[in-house]
């Protein structure tokens, strides 16, 4: 696969409606992909969170969501508008943003990546209980041997990150999953930053301002946690999309 095939595939499979002016991020978590890259450009806005605050209760507390979402992800927002005004970025979605991004552009890195991140996880939880189909039942079991040992691995991928950072279950370019992680606001369609590249599926943020209030430095029990409000809908469109 060249670059310009990945970039193409990762933008099918990037997170829709980033900039959201309509706030329909909910309604529309991936569909409003209109192909090649997708995604939208720069001034971006902070999407609304798909549920209310207090829906992962008590696995995931309100404070921690309103904190994390409004003032985290509000500012990785602000700042990504900042760092891209008047430069060649501006003009860029931000799935492109994040394939060209250096080591050099560090303020675009670190907040482009944090509003990506963001943006992908919110919709990954829910308060509705819902289940793996057997499609992605049968995908990470061919992928991981059994659905525990994909548990596990992902598991180890996030009690893994030293400081900050995130887990990740990804589609590769040869269209294999795997789990993989991060730090601080990489993500894989980083394509000069990272070693192992591909469309994120799933991911978990690690950073203690996602579980510090409610577990403390327990970030096990959070990953436990994280595991009784994952949206399996969203993890199926994504992967879908990711196969296109
Ligand atoms: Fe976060």
Do not use: C
Not at 134 to 142: E, V
């Amino acid at each position: 696969m060249d670059k310009r095939e990945f970039i193409k595939l990762a933008g099918l499979a990037g997170v829709a409606a980033l900039s959201n002016p309509s706030g329909l991020l909910a309604a529309t978590p991936v569909s409003g992909i209109t192909g090649k890259t997708g995604g939208a450009k720069a001034p971006f806005e902070l999407p609304p969170l798909p549920y209310a605050a207090d829906a992962l209760e008590p696995n995931i507390d309100k404070l921690t969501m309103e904190i994390h979402h409004d003032k985290h992800h509000g500012a990785y927002v602000k700042n990504l508008n900042e760092a891209v005004n008047g430069t060649t970025f501006a003009s860029l979605t931000l799935e492109q943003i994040l394939n060209k991004v250096t080591e050099k552009d560090k303020a675009i890195r670190n907040n482009g990546g944090g509003h990506y991140n963001h943006s992908l996880f919110w919709p990954l939880l829910s308060a509705e209980k819902t289940a793996p189909s057997d499609k992605l039942k049968s995908a990470i079991n061919s992928a991981f041997g059994s659905w525990d040992t994909f548990q596990q691995k992902f598991n180890d991928a996030a009690k893994g990150v030293f400081g900050s950072g995130w887990a990740w279950l990804i589609l590769t370019p040869e269209k294999k999953l795997a789990v993989t992680s991060t730090p601080n606001q990489d993500n894989p369609l980083m394509h000069q930053l990272v070693k192992e590249r591909g469309i994120p599926v799933m991911g978990l943020d690690v950073w203690e301002h996602a579980y510090y209030l409610k577990h403390q430095n327990r970030r096990p029990e959070y990953i436990a946690a994280f595991w009784n409000v994952v949206n399996w809908n969203e993890v199926q469109k994504r992967y879908d999309m990711a196969l296109k």
